[in-house]
């Protein structure tokens, strides 16, 4: 025969004082800041708009003159919480459930041998050096002939380099090797340590100065300065875009002055968002943040997305009616774009 013992819930065991311990807890864990950072998508910008200004040539497909132009070219970008801001457990997992937002580990965003001015310096250096790399690579594409120097941005103040190089400087070689481009200095750099002496020449009287290398945030020997290509460029070409850092803009960039220096029409009343970082040959480098970026271009009313052919591998969830076309070259972005049937072209595997 068996018996029935009835089952008292665990909940009516427990003790009125130890319930509000429990809740008490439960409700510090929910609270409690915690070391993650919120990436949500942002609202696209057009840069067949105002955020391209071209001076002094004939432009082409420009709201900013054409009130009636329906075609739409999307910068996509991501907001990230403030590296200071409090992020409840609650918070995190709202956002997590809501499935538009990604929650990262602080670190990986913000590391923690920079400060926030650091990082802030960072982005914006990099921001800068996408324009002018997107110019020199869509004047490139264009035909025409460019020459660029490497030119000092600034200098940090805890480097060996401060008070010896100085910005608006121009740098000719690196331990006698020439420099043409910024990641000419890093690639001379890799070989070295943490203390060694750089021999850095500039423009600036001709001078070669010896400077101590110091670690930057991943224990790599650097200079201790921030760099941009600097280009003679024949055209006046601007960008209004504040309070967006990076160099994530540079492919859209590249297409929003090709689209506004040419009779042809590229976009055809569509409307198209990418991303991509791009340097002056016209290559396509990866970004972060693509999965928030395919979000928020959607919600754009985008139809057609470019993406960097590398972040294939971090594509988790394409929204419905976007096509996302993978791309290495700018050359391939614009051959996407004069396509007549886009779905046909290979995309992310």
């Known amino acids: 025969m068996r018996i029935r013992v009835p089952i008292t819930p665990l909940v009516n065991k427990i003790h009125t004082p130890s319930k509000v311990i429990l809740l008490a807890l439960f409700v510090a864990a929910f609270l409690a800041p915690l070391p993650y950072v919120l990436i949500a998508p942002s609202t696209p910008d057009d840069v067949l708009g105002k955020l391209i200004t071209i001076e002094n040539v004939?432009?082409?497909?420009?709201?900013?003159?054409?009130?009636?132009?329906?075609?739409?070219?999307?910068?996509?970008?991501?907001?990230?919480?403030?590296?200071?801001?409090?992020?409840?457990?609650?918070?995190?997992?709202?956002?997590?459930?809501?499935g538009d937002t990604a929650v990262l580990p602080h670190d990986s965003i913000f590391p923690p041998q920079k400060t926030e001015a650091e990082v802030t310096a960072e982005n914006t250096a990099d921001m800068k050096n996408s324009q002018h790399d997107a110019t020199a690579a869509s004047l490139n594409y264009l035909g025409y002939n460019l020459k660029s120097v490497v030119e000092i941005t600034d200098v940090k103040s805890e480097s060996d380099a401060f008070k010896k190089l100085q910005k608006g400087d121009q740098i000719i070689a690196v331990d006698g090797i020439a420099i043409t481009k910024t990641t000419d200095i890093r690639d001379v750099l890799k070989n070295k340590k943490v203390g060694d002496l750089a021999a850095i020449k500039i423009a600036r009287d001709n001078l070669t100065l010896q400077i101590k290398l110091m670690a930057n945030s991943a224990d790599a020997p650097v200079v201790g300065i921030f760099v941009t290509n600097s280009y003679d460029f024949p055209i006046s070409i601007k960008f209004n875009l504040e309070r967006t850092g990076g160099p994530s803009g540079g492919l859209i960039f590249s297409l929003g002055i090709i689209e506004k220096l040419t009779p042809e029409d590229l976009i055809h009343g569509r409307k198209i968002a990418g991303t991509g970082t791009i340097d002056a040959a016209?290559?396509?480098?990866?970004?972060?943040?693509?999965?928030?970026?395919?979000?928020?271009?959607?919600?754009?009313?985008?139809?057609?997305?470019?993406?960097?052919?590398?972040?294939?591998?971090?594509?988790?969830?394409?929204?419905?009616?976007?096509?996302?076309?993978?791309?290495?070259?700018?050359?391939?972005?614009?051959?996407?774009?004069?396509?007549?049937?886009?779905?046909?072209?290979?995309?992310?595997?």
């Open 58 to 98: 004939p432009t082409f497909q420009d709201r900013a003159k054409d009130k009636n132009l329906k075609s739409r070219l999307f910068i996509t970008s991501v907001l990230v919480t403030n590296p200071n801001s409090y992020i409840s457990g609650g918070e995190i997992l709202l956002n997590w459930i809501s």
């Open 282 to 349: 016209g290559n396509v480098g990866p970004i972060g943040g693509i999965n928030e970026k395919l979000i928020g271009a959607a919600k754009a009313g985008a139809t057609i997305f470019l993406a960097p052919a590398a972040n294939c591998v971090d594509l988790t969830h394409i929204p419905k009616g976007l096509l996302v076309i993978p791309v290495e070259t700018l050359k391939a972005a614009v051959s996407a774009l004069k396509s007549e049937n886009p779905a046909t072209i290979s995309g992310c595997k």
